[in-house]
Protein backbone atom coordinates (compact mmCIF):
# COMPACT_ATOMS: atom_id res chain seq x y z
CA UNK A 1 0.00 0.00 0.00
CA UNK A 2 1.82 3.08 -0.98
CA UNK A 3 1.97 5.64 1.52
CA UNK A 4 -0.15 9.16 1.14
CA UNK A 5 1.04 12.08 1.04
CA UNK A 6 0.09 15.63 1.60
CA UNK A 7 -0.06 16.79 -1.76
CA UNK A 8 -2.62 13.71 -2.37
CA UNK A 9 -5.05 14.46 0.53
CA UNK A 10 -5.25 18.19 -0.71
CA UNK A 11 -6.08 16.90 -4.31
CA UNK A 12 -9.06 14.56 -2.41
CA UNK A 13 -10.26 17.61 -0.58
CA UNK A 14 -10.64 19.84 -3.74
CA UNK A 15 -11.96 16.73 -6.00
CA UNK A 16 -15.07 16.82 -2.65
CA UNK A 17 -15.60 20.72 -2.67
CA UNK A 18 -15.70 20.56 -6.99
CA UNK A 19 -18.01 18.01 -6.98
CA UNK A 20 -20.22 19.53 -4.19
CA UNK A 21 -20.16 23.11 -6.19
CA UNK A 22 -21.11 21.24 -9.23
CA UNK A 23 -24.45 19.21 -7.88
CA UNK A 24 -25.19 22.59 -6.21
CA UNK A 25 -24.46 24.58 -9.14
CA UNK A 26 -27.13 21.78 -10.58
CA UNK A 27 -29.67 22.31 -8.04
CA UNK A 28 -29.91 25.33 -8.49
CA UNK A 29 -30.30 25.86 -12.17
CA UNK A 30 -32.77 22.76 -12.21
CA UNK A 31 -34.93 25.33 -9.49
CA UNK A 32 -34.30 28.41 -11.95
CA UNK A 33 -35.66 26.26 -14.92
CA UNK A 34 -38.09 24.68 -12.74
CA UNK A 35 -39.84 28.30 -11.75
CA UNK A 36 -38.90 29.66 -15.62
CA UNK A 37 -40.62 26.37 -16.40
CA UNK A 38 -43.28 25.70 -14.06
CA UNK A 39 -44.40 29.30 -12.38
CA UNK A 40 -46.03 32.17 -14.10
CA UNK A 41 -46.07 35.55 -12.54
CA UNK A 42 -49.36 37.44 -12.59
CA UNK A 43 -49.38 41.58 -12.85
CA UNK A 44 -50.51 43.86 -10.96
CA UNK A 45 -54.06 45.14 -13.00
CA UNK A 46 -54.34 41.39 -13.95
CA UNK A 47 -56.11 38.23 -12.56
CA UNK A 48 -55.20 34.61 -12.84
CA UNK A 49 -57.41 31.98 -13.52
CA UNK A 50 -55.52 28.49 -13.64
CA UNK A 51 -57.44 25.40 -15.58
CA UNK A 52 -56.05 21.45 -14.81
CA UNK A 53 -55.68 19.56 -17.66
CA UNK A 54 -57.35 16.67 -16.05
CA UNK A 55 -60.88 15.90 -15.51
CA UNK A 56 -61.16 19.09 -12.64
CA UNK A 57 -61.17 21.38 -15.38
CA UNK A 58 -61.33 25.14 -14.16
CA UNK A 59 -60.24 25.86 -10.26
CA UNK A 60 -62.74 27.74 -8.38
CA UNK A 61 -60.67 30.57 -7.49
CA UNK A 62 -59.01 33.76 -8.80
CA UNK A 63 -55.09 33.77 -8.65
CA UNK A 64 -53.99 37.61 -7.36
CA UNK A 65 -51.26 39.15 -8.66
CA UNK A 66 -47.92 37.29 -8.03
CA UNK A 67 -46.56 34.01 -9.06
CA UNK A 68 -48.58 31.03 -9.71
CA UNK A 69 -47.93 27.50 -10.23
CA UNK A 70 -48.18 26.29 -13.80
CA UNK A 71 -46.42 22.69 -14.86
CA UNK A 72 -46.33 22.25 -18.14
CA UNK A 73 -48.44 19.77 -19.65
CA UNK A 74 -50.46 19.73 -16.50
CA UNK A 75 -51.70 23.41 -15.81
CA UNK A 76 -53.39 26.46 -18.32
CA UNK A 77 -53.14 29.94 -16.48
CA UNK A 78 -55.04 32.37 -18.45
CA UNK A 79 -55.11 36.31 -17.46
CA UNK A 80 -58.24 38.69 -17.08
CA UNK A 81 -58.38 42.31 -17.10
CA UNK A 82 -60.59 42.73 -14.11
CA UNK A 83 -60.70 47.12 -14.88
CA UNK A 84 -63.80 49.12 -15.78
CA UNK A 85 -63.71 48.47 -20.06
CA UNK A 86 -65.85 51.88 -21.62
CA UNK A 87 -67.59 49.70 -24.50
CA UNK A 88 -68.71 52.16 -27.19
CA UNK A 89 -71.18 51.12 -29.85
CA UNK A 90 -73.20 53.16 -32.42
CA UNK A 91 -76.62 51.53 -32.94
CA UNK A 92 -79.61 52.53 -35.47
CA UNK A 93 -82.59 52.88 -33.35
CA UNK A 94 -86.37 52.55 -34.50
CA UNK A 95 -88.78 54.66 -32.84
CA UNK A 96 -92.09 54.11 -32.20
CA UNK A 97 -92.73 56.88 -35.00
CA UNK A 98 -91.20 55.30 -37.55
CA UNK A 99 -88.37 57.71 -37.32
CA UNK A 100 -84.72 56.29 -37.53
CA UNK A 101 -82.07 57.82 -34.97
CA UNK A 102 -78.60 57.25 -34.52
CA UNK A 103 -77.33 57.01 -31.46
CA UNK A 104 -73.59 56.82 -29.76
CA UNK A 105 -73.44 54.13 -26.80
CA UNK A 106 -71.16 53.21 -24.31
CA UNK A 107 -71.43 50.81 -21.92
CA UNK A 108 -68.95 50.51 -18.70
CA UNK A 109 -68.81 47.04 -18.13
CA UNK A 110 -66.15 44.76 -16.23
CA UNK A 111 -65.59 41.10 -14.84
CA UNK A 112 -66.73 41.08 -11.32
CA UNK A 113 -64.07 40.72 -8.73
CA UNK A 114 -63.96 37.18 -7.46
CA UNK A 115 -66.01 35.90 -10.23
CA UNK A 116 -63.12 35.40 -13.27
CA UNK A 117 -63.29 31.78 -12.89
CA UNK A 118 -66.89 31.54 -13.42
CA UNK A 119 -66.29 34.03 -16.56
CA UNK A 120 -63.56 31.61 -17.60
CA UNK A 121 -66.27 28.61 -17.47
CA UNK A 122 -68.10 30.67 -20.54
CA UNK A 123 -65.67 33.40 -22.46
CA UNK A 124 -62.43 32.25 -23.88
CA UNK A 125 -60.83 36.07 -23.37
CA UNK A 126 -61.80 39.49 -22.82
CA UNK A 127 -62.84 40.14 -26.12
CA UNK A 128 -65.39 37.27 -26.06
CA UNK A 129 -66.94 39.32 -23.34
CA UNK A 130 -67.42 42.46 -25.33
CA UNK A 131 -69.00 40.56 -27.91
CA UNK A 132 -71.35 39.00 -25.88
CA UNK A 133 -72.13 42.76 -24.63
CA UNK A 134 -72.12 44.20 -27.72
CA UNK A 135 -75.43 41.36 -28.94
CA UNK A 136 -77.49 42.19 -25.78
CA UNK A 137 -76.58 45.71 -25.85
CA UNK A 138 -78.16 45.54 -29.63
CA UNK A 139 -80.73 43.58 -28.02
CA UNK A 140 -82.26 45.94 -25.79
CA UNK A 141 -81.91 49.28 -27.36
CA UNK A 142 -84.22 47.77 -29.71
CA UNK A 143 -86.44 46.35 -27.06
CA UNK A 144 -86.75 49.44 -24.84
CA UNK A 145 -84.72 52.45 -26.82
CA UNK A 146 -87.23 51.69 -29.70
CA UNK A 147 -90.33 52.59 -27.35
CA UNK A 148 -89.27 56.17 -27.21
CA UNK A 149 -90.22 58.29 -30.19
CA UNK A 150 -88.09 60.29 -31.86
CA UNK A 151 -89.11 63.90 -30.07
CA UNK A 152 -88.68 61.94 -26.47
CA UNK A 153 -84.30 62.16 -27.40
CA UNK A 154 -84.76 65.70 -26.52
CA UNK A 155 -85.75 65.14 -23.14
CA UNK A 156 -83.15 64.27 -21.33
CA UNK A 157 -85.55 62.91 -18.54
CA UNK A 158 -86.91 60.43 -20.67
CA UNK A 159 -83.70 59.60 -22.33
CA UNK A 160 -82.28 58.97 -18.95
CA UNK A 161 -84.82 56.94 -17.78
CA UNK A 162 -84.81 54.83 -20.55
CA UNK A 163 -80.79 54.35 -21.00
CA UNK A 164 -80.91 53.15 -17.06
CA UNK A 165 -83.17 50.75 -17.78
CA UNK A 166 -81.38 49.13 -20.54
CA UNK A 167 -78.70 49.32 -18.15
CA UNK A 168 -80.31 47.06 -15.62
CA UNK A 169 -81.99 44.72 -17.92
CA UNK A 170 -77.85 44.08 -19.77
CA UNK A 171 -76.86 43.68 -15.67
CA UNK A 172 -79.61 40.98 -15.13
CA UNK A 173 -78.59 38.93 -17.68
CA UNK A 174 -74.46 39.11 -17.98
CA UNK A 175 -74.43 38.97 -14.27
CA UNK A 176 -74.79 35.01 -13.66
CA UNK A 177 -71.63 34.96 -16.42
CA UNK A 178 -69.74 37.28 -13.86
CA UNK A 179 -70.18 40.69 -16.23
CA UNK A 180 -71.16 43.76 -14.13
CA UNK A 181 -72.58 46.63 -15.81
CA UNK A 182 -72.17 49.73 -14.53
CA UNK A 183 -73.36 52.78 -16.87
CA UNK A 184 -75.59 53.01 -20.17
CA UNK A 185 -74.33 56.69 -21.20
CA UNK A 186 -76.25 57.80 -24.58
CA UNK A 187 -73.80 60.33 -26.04
CA UNK A 188 -74.56 61.78 -29.48
CA UNK A 189 -77.58 61.18 -31.03
CA UNK A 190 -78.26 61.63 -34.68
CA UNK A 191 -82.06 61.92 -35.94
CA UNK A 192 -83.50 61.08 -39.43
CA UNK A 193 -83.73 63.71 -41.69
CA UNK A 194 -87.14 63.58 -42.04
CA UNK A 195 -87.72 64.27 -38.83
CA UNK A 196 -85.43 67.44 -38.71
CA UNK A 197 -87.30 68.50 -41.94
CA UNK A 198 -90.42 67.99 -39.90
CA UNK A 199 -89.33 69.23 -36.69
CA UNK A 200 -87.71 72.61 -38.42
CA UNK A 201 -91.27 73.34 -39.85
CA UNK A 202 -93.02 72.44 -36.26
CA UNK A 203 -90.52 75.04 -34.76
CA UNK A 204 -91.13 77.66 -37.39
CA UNK A 205 -94.72 76.97 -37.05
CA UNK A 206 -94.20 77.30 -33.25
CA UNK A 207 -92.28 79.97 -33.83
CA UNK A 208 -94.69 81.75 -35.85
CA UNK A 209 -97.45 81.16 -32.88
CA UNK A 210 -95.26 82.47 -30.45
CA UNK A 211 -94.92 85.45 -32.79
CA UNK A 212 -98.52 86.32 -32.79
CA UNK A 213 -98.63 85.26 -29.21
CA UNK A 214 -96.23 87.94 -28.41
CA UNK A 215 -98.06 90.45 -30.67
CA UNK A 216 -101.21 89.87 -28.61
CA UNK A 217 -99.23 90.14 -25.19
CA UNK A 218 -98.10 93.40 -26.73
CA UNK A 219 -101.26 94.48 -27.74
CA UNK A 220 -102.42 93.87 -24.15
CA UNK A 221 -99.41 95.50 -22.62
CA UNK A 222 -100.50 98.70 -24.39
CA UNK A 223 -103.96 98.70 -23.78
CA UNK A 224 -103.19 97.92 -20.33
CA UNK A 225 -100.58 100.73 -20.29
CA UNK A 226 -103.09 103.01 -21.87
CA UNK A 227 -105.18 101.99 -19.88
CA UNK A 228 -102.86 102.47 -16.44
CA UNK A 229 -101.94 105.90 -17.90
CA UNK A 230 -105.97 107.27 -18.14
CA UNK A 231 -106.43 106.09 -15.19
CA UNK A 232 -103.64 107.28 -13.61
CA UNK A 233 -104.59 111.07 -15.13
CA UNK A 234 -108.04 110.53 -13.94
CA UNK A 235 -107.19 109.78 -10.51
CA UNK A 236 -104.17 112.68 -10.41
CA UNK A 237 -107.42 115.02 -11.94
CA UNK A 238 -109.51 114.00 -9.05
CA UNK A 239 -106.83 114.49 -6.91
CA UNK A 240 -106.28 117.83 -7.96
CA UNK A 241 -109.94 118.20 -7.44
CA UNK A 242 -110.24 116.99 -4.20
CA UNK A 243 -107.45 119.38 -3.03
CA UNK A 244 -109.06 122.19 -5.02
CA UNK A 245 -111.92 121.42 -2.92
CA UNK A 246 -110.44 120.99 0.51
CA UNK A 247 -108.54 124.28 -0.28
CA UNK A 248 -111.99 125.49 -0.99
CA UNK A 249 -113.61 124.02 2.30
CA UNK A 250 -110.27 125.19 4.63
CA UNK A 251 -110.46 128.48 2.81
CA UNK A 252 -114.20 128.56 3.87
CA UNK A 253 -113.75 127.09 6.69
CA UNK A 254 -110.96 129.52 8.00
CA UNK A 255 -112.86 132.48 7.07
CA UNK A 256 -115.89 131.26 8.63
CA UNK A 257 -113.57 130.69 11.95
CA UNK A 258 -112.05 134.88 11.35
CA UNK A 259 -115.51 135.98 10.95
CA UNK A 260 -116.87 134.15 14.29
CA UNK A 261 -113.83 135.10 16.14
CA UNK A 262 -114.24 138.52 14.73
CA UNK A 263 -117.82 138.60 16.17
CA UNK A 264 -116.59 136.63 19.38
CA UNK A 265 -114.24 139.61 19.90
CA UNK A 266 -116.58 142.09 18.97
CA UNK A 267 -119.38 140.46 21.46
CA UNK A 268 -116.91 139.82 23.81
CA UNK A 269 -115.94 144.05 23.30
CA UNK A 270 -119.48 144.91 23.58
CA UNK A 271 -119.90 143.12 26.53
CA UNK A 272 -117.11 144.23 28.32
CA UNK A 273 -117.81 147.85 27.23
CA UNK A 274 -121.90 147.49 28.07
CA UNK A 275 -120.38 146.06 31.80
CA UNK A 276 -117.93 148.89 31.80
CA UNK A 277 -120.72 151.49 31.09
CA UNK A 278 -122.91 149.57 33.49
CA UNK A 279 -120.38 149.99 35.95
CA UNK A 280 -120.24 153.47 35.77
CA UNK A 281 -124.00 154.39 35.63
CA UNK A 282 -123.93 152.10 39.06
CA UNK A 283 -120.98 154.17 39.99
CA UNK A 284 -122.46 157.53 39.03
CA UNK A 285 -126.13 156.18 40.56
CA UNK A 286 -124.19 155.53 43.59
CA UNK A 287 -122.33 158.67 43.97
CA UNK A 288 -125.21 161.04 42.98
CA UNK A 289 -126.93 158.43 45.69
CA UNK A 290 -124.17 159.58 48.22
CA UNK A 291 -124.53 163.01 46.60
CA UNK A 292 -128.16 163.32 47.69
CA UNK A 293 -127.86 162.10 50.86
CA UNK A 294 -124.83 163.97 51.37
CA UNK A 295 -126.91 166.46 50.31
CA UNK A 296 -130.01 165.60 51.85
CA UNK A 297 -127.43 164.78 55.41
CA UNK A 298 -126.08 169.10 55.35
CA UNK A 299 -129.77 170.64 54.33
CA UNK A 300 -130.87 168.68 57.46
CA UNK A 301 -128.24 169.66 59.58
CA UNK A 302 -128.53 173.51 57.78
CA UNK A 303 -132.13 173.33 59.48
CA UNK A 304 -131.16 172.01 62.63
CA UNK A 305 -128.89 175.40 62.19
CA UNK A 306 -131.64 177.43 61.58
CA UNK A 307 -133.34 176.53 64.19
CA UNK A 308 -130.60 177.79 66.82
CA UNK A 309 -130.92 181.26 68.18
CA UNK A 310 -128.52 183.54 66.02
CA UNK A 311 -129.43 181.81 62.29
CA UNK A 312 -131.83 183.95 61.93
CA UNK A 313 -130.26 187.25 62.39
CA UNK A 314 -127.36 185.38 59.95
CA UNK A 315 -129.53 184.63 57.32
CA UNK A 316 -131.16 187.94 57.47
CA UNK A 317 -127.93 189.69 56.73
CA UNK A 318 -126.79 187.38 54.54
CA UNK A 319 -130.05 188.13 52.46
CA UNK A 320 -129.79 191.69 52.86
CA UNK A 321 -126.50 191.25 51.39
CA UNK A 322 -127.96 189.67 48.31
CA UNK A 323 -130.38 192.52 47.94
CA UNK A 324 -129.90 195.35 45.26
CA UNK A 325 -132.25 198.26 46.39
CA UNK A 326 -132.00 201.97 45.84
CA UNK A 327 -133.51 203.92 48.47
CA UNK A 328 -135.48 202.54 50.91
CA UNK A 329 -137.22 204.42 53.52
CA UNK A 330 -138.30 202.35 56.47
CA UNK A 331 -140.39 204.18 59.34
CA UNK A 332 -138.89 202.58 62.44
CA UNK A 333 -141.76 204.07 64.43
CA UNK A 334 -143.99 200.91 63.13
CA UNK A 335 -141.78 198.05 63.88
CA UNK A 336 -138.04 197.80 65.22
CA UNK A 337 -135.51 198.04 62.60
CA UNK A 338 -133.97 194.96 64.22
CA UNK A 339 -136.61 192.44 63.88
CA UNK A 340 -135.49 190.68 61.02
CA UNK A 341 -138.77 189.12 60.03
CA UNK A 342 -141.03 192.16 60.46
CA UNK A 343 -137.92 193.82 58.02
CA UNK A 344 -138.48 191.47 55.48
CA UNK A 345 -142.00 191.46 55.83
CA UNK A 346 -142.00 195.38 55.21
CA UNK A 347 -139.56 194.78 51.65
CA UNK A 348 -142.22 192.61 50.69
CA UNK A 349 -140.54 189.16 51.11
CA UNK A 350 -141.67 186.58 52.93
CA UNK A 351 -138.94 184.79 55.70
CA UNK A 352 -139.68 181.13 54.24
CA UNK A 353 -138.63 182.75 50.58
CA UNK A 354 -135.05 184.10 51.71
CA UNK A 355 -131.92 182.55 50.24
CA UNK A 356 -128.52 183.19 51.30
CA UNK A 357 -126.34 185.51 49.18
CA UNK A 358 -124.01 183.17 47.54
CA UNK A 359 -127.27 181.36 46.11
CA UNK A 360 -126.77 178.40 48.35
CA UNK A 361 -129.40 177.29 50.96
Keep these: ?79 WDITWTNLKETLQVRGSDQYTTTVDISVMLRIQPGKCHEAALHFRDEEHVNTLARNTLNKYANEILAQLRTEDFFNPKIRTEKAQEAQRAM ?30 QKQLAGQLKLLEMAKGQMAAAQTAAELIKSNAAAEVKRIDESKRQEISNLTADTERKISQTLQDAQLAAETLAAKAESSRRQKIAQADFLKANATAQGTALLSKAYERPGARYYFARQALEGLRLGEIEVNSTQFNPLDAERLLEALGLKPDERTPANGKP
Design 1 to 79: MAAETPYGRSRLHLSKFGCLAVGLLGAGALVLFFLWTCTIKIPADRVGVRTQMTAEGVEKRDFDPGYVLRIPGFHIVRL
Design 171 to 200: DEQLRPYGIEIRHLLLRNIVYDPKFEAQLL
